[in-house]
């Protein structure tokens, strides 16, 4: 993605037909972990997510990977579905 290419998963983009609201599902997300999410959008590591909202980073880990259980995705797709639909 940084070098110019781009991301091509089936759920979120494919070359034939214009992405839509039902190809790319609403991420499932607590108030909490959306904060984690925007913090993660905004290049941060793990411990500066931590940091900035004043938690520990196995607490960050933890909701992490709950989030992507939860909406069974990588973390990288669920970046960009959350994109997506929160713009």
Known sequence: LFTGD????PLVFTETKELNKNDCPRPIL?????RIIRA??????TNQ???RLFLQP?????H???VIDRNRCS?????IRFNYWEG
């Open 58 to 62: 196995v607490t960050i880990r933890n």
């Open 6 to 9: 781009f991301y091509t998963c």
């Open 40 to 45: 993660y959008a905004d290049g941060l590591t």
């Open 30 to 34: 607590s108030e909490a972990e959306i």
């Open 75 to 79: 973390f990288g797709e669920l970046l």
């Open 64 to 66: 992490r990977a709950r």
């Open 49 to 51: 997510v931590a940091e």
